[in-house]
């Protein structure tokens, strides 16, 4: 709506594109159990360009997917995009620098690896600012990545899970990576 208040027509059309390409592409994932990671990247990248218009180029990103990874190698839906969501909203967003987001698919023995990494704020600097504000954040993302992991782990009898870095660099924090565990699927037809 900003595009529009601003009397932008051309990025207002470009920002209702993607997001109707972002919604379609969504309902019809959402359809499937696990469809194949180039779908995921697909969904991701028109979410990042999404987020690109939105926050003005305030940063940029690659999405890196291993060469061993063929088209039958599985995932979940909607299962990385929150992580790239919290990503932006609170590492890069309140970074006044132009900031760099990665998404690296890779595979790892029996495990496809997903790495969402940012040279944003950092955990305790966008808690810091979280307690400050005065409406309460609430950490929905969170706990339903959470709740959808251990559904996920039932479901397949073989454990989903992530874990959250600090990166630091002499002591000073340079960013935060989610690392994300998904069992190789290959049953997403």
């Known amino acids: 709506s900003s595009f529009i208040f601003k009397n ?3 990025q207002a059309v470009r920002y209702l594109n993607n997001f ?3 919604m379609r592409l969504t309902l019809e994932s959402s359809m499937e159990h696990v469809h194949p990671v180039e779908t995921e990247v697909s969904v991701l990248k028109n979410y990042l360009e999404l987020e690109k218009l939105r926050f003005q180029g305030k940063f940029e990103y690659e999405i890196e997917v291993d060469d061993e990874i063929d088209y039958d190698v599985g995932i979940p839906p909607m299962l990385i995009q929150p992580h790239v969501e919290n990503a932006i909203l609170h590492g890069i967003k309140p970074k006044e620098e132009k900031s760099f987001l990665s998404i690296r698919f890779k ?4 495990l496809l690896l997903c790495e969402v990494e940012d040279n944003g704020i950092g955990r305790k600097a966008a808690t810091h600012i ?4 005065s409406v309460p954040h609430d950490s929905f993302s969170t706990q339903a990545i959470e709740k959808q992991l251990e559904l996920l ?3 397949y009898n073989t454990p989903f899970g992530f874990s959250t870095v600090d990166l630091e660099n002499q002591g000073k924090v340079i960013g935060t990576r989610i690392t994300l ?7 997403y037809e």
């Open 107 to 110: 595979l790892d023995d029996e």
């Open 20 to 22: 109707a390409k972002l």
């Open 181 to 187: 565990g998904i069992p190789y699927i290959s049953d």
């Open 8 to 10: 932008d027509p051309k």
């Open 130 to 133: 979280q307690k400050n504000q």
């Open 153 to 155: 782990s039932t479901q």
